[in-house]
């Protein structure tokens, strides 16, 4: 893929990550113009997040124990307690669970709020940062200096449920601990896209392009789904063979329903995280084929006569680019397939053009 500007990153960061849904919606396009101000942005929807926790509790959570305690309590640690002879005192060593609040998570979120006060230039906010931090303190979440520990503890993807509130303020001090600031200074912590790992891209890609149209277009009427399963419309199939049917997953999929009562408008768009072209059999350049296929299979087996969108849905291939644009399509037994690209390299008007494109036609 080349260099993408960090600008650009830090766009695909904003979206990616649903940041845009803690700033109003004045505020969404010029700090998409101002990458300058990631630290600042970064700490004060860290610190909108952990004061609303604190205004409905932070997380509890068990941690393991150990105790000399004056009546048993959990499992019996014997050998400390013939040891120490603590029998003889009243007294036995016990091991147990107790439920609190200096869980990983909390301890990871204050070392987030302990960095971005030393990372932000304005007083104030680097302030609050503290204030905030100081208040986890006294309310019993310790200072942990291990952050490596904290990394491989605090996970993502090892939540488990929690609030949709709650898993934001910790992606946000994932944002600020782990992926770290976008800069152009040499550091010890790389980028998503930087360390050009194909999955790693594509999920970024993929999930900022899906944030952008969740950001943008749903106050126009669009309803934006990612990740949706599709499910082949099968008759007469044999007892196992629905079981040995490969699943289909989309990327993205875009629905307006219109208002004079007509089918409305449905676009699915995959997204890849590659080049668009490669060189055909004889040197020459040419579409990927698998790609087009499996746009083909989400479009047409998913023809219903009890859904009239699903008879004049349009399909998308939307690859990255650097410095180059493509927008061909053509209509393929009834369905529009588009083959279009993003500049990551261009400024962010022409992203969000070459982005909103897909929906207006």
């Known amino acids: 893929?080349?260099?993408?500007?960090?600008?650009?990153?830090?766009?695909?960061?904003?979206?990616?990550?649903?940041l845009y849904r803690e700033l109003?919606?004045?505020?969404?396009?010029?700090?998409?113009?101002?990458?300058?101000?990631?630290?600042?942005?970064?700490?004060?929807?860290?610190?909108?997040?952990?004061?609303?926790?604190?205004?409905?509790?932070?997380?509890?959570g068990y941690q393991r124990r150990d105790a000399d305690l004056n009546r048993v309590g959990g499992r019996i640690n014997v050998f400390r307690t013939e040891r120490r002879q603590l029998?003889?005192?009243?007294?036995?060593?016990?091991?147990?669970?107790?439920?609190?609040?200096?869980t990983p998570r909390n301890r990871y979120v204050k070392a987030a709020l302990i960095r971005m006060a030393g990372a932000v230039e304005?007083?104030?906010?680097?302030?609050?940062?503290?204030?905030?931090?100081f208040r986890l303190e006294r309310a019993g979440v310790k200072t942990e200096l291990d952050i490596r520990r904290l990394n491989r503890t605090v996970p993502l993807e090892n939540l488990g449920w929690i609030s949709p509130e709650e898993r934001r303020m910790v992606v946000?001090?994932?944002?600020?601990?782990?992926?770290?600031?976008?800069?152009?200074?040499?550091?010890?912590?790389?980028?998503?896209?930087?360390?050009?790992?194909?999955?790693?891209g594509w999920r970024l890609y993929a999930n900022a392009v899906a944030g952008f149209y969740d950001a943008v277009i749903t106050s126009h009427g669009w309803r934006v789904r990612h990740g949706g399963h599709i499910q082949w419309?099968?008759?007469?199939?044999?007892?196992?063979?629905?079981?040995?049917?490969?699943?289909?997953?989309?990327?993205?999929?875009?629905?307006?329903?219109?208002?004079?009562?007509?089918?409305?408008?449905?676009?699915?768009?995959?997204?890849k995280f590659t080049s668009m072209v490669t060189r055909g059999q004889y040197g020459n350049q040419s579409l990927k084929s698998g790609n087009i296929y499996q746009l083909y299979a989400y479009l047409r087996s998913q023809e219903n006569p009890a859904d009239p969108m699903s008879h004049n849905s349009a399909g998308v291939l939307l690859y990255?680019?650097?410095?180059?644009d493509y927008d061909e399509s053509a209509t393929i037994q009834g369905h529009r397939i588009r083959f279009a690209t993003v500049d990551l390299a261009a400024d962010t008007q022409t992203i969000r053009n070459q982005l909103l494109r897909i929906v207006d036609g």
């Open 320 to 324: 990255p680019a650097l410095g180059t």
């Open 1 to 18: 893929m080349g260099r993408i500007p960090v600008r650009n990153i830090w766009l695909l960061l904003f979206y990616a990550w649903q």
């Open 233 to 271: 419309l099968l008759d007469g199939a044999t007892c196992l063979l629905d079981s040995l049917m490969p699943e289909m997953i989309t990327d993205i999929v875009l629905e307006r329903q219109e208002l004079d009562g007509s089918a409305g408008q449905r676009i699915i768009i995959d997204t």
């Open 172 to 200: 946000v001090a994932m944002l600020a601990m782990d992926i770290a600031i976008p800069t152009e200074q040499l550091g010890a912590s790389l980028l998503p896209l930087v360390n050009r790992q194909e999955t790693q």
């Open 122 to 133: 304005q007083a104030d906010l680097a302030r609050r940062c503290r204030n905030l931090a």
């Open 87 to 102: 029998l003889q005192r009243a007294r036995v060593a016990c091991i147990f669970d107790e439920l609190t609040i200096d």
């Open 24 to 60: 109003p919606a004045s505020r969404r396009v010029s700090t998409e113009d101002n990458p300058d101000d990631i630290a600042e942005l970064v700490a004060e929807i860290l610190a909108n997040s952990v004061e609303r926790r604190l205004r409905r509790n932070l997380s509890h």
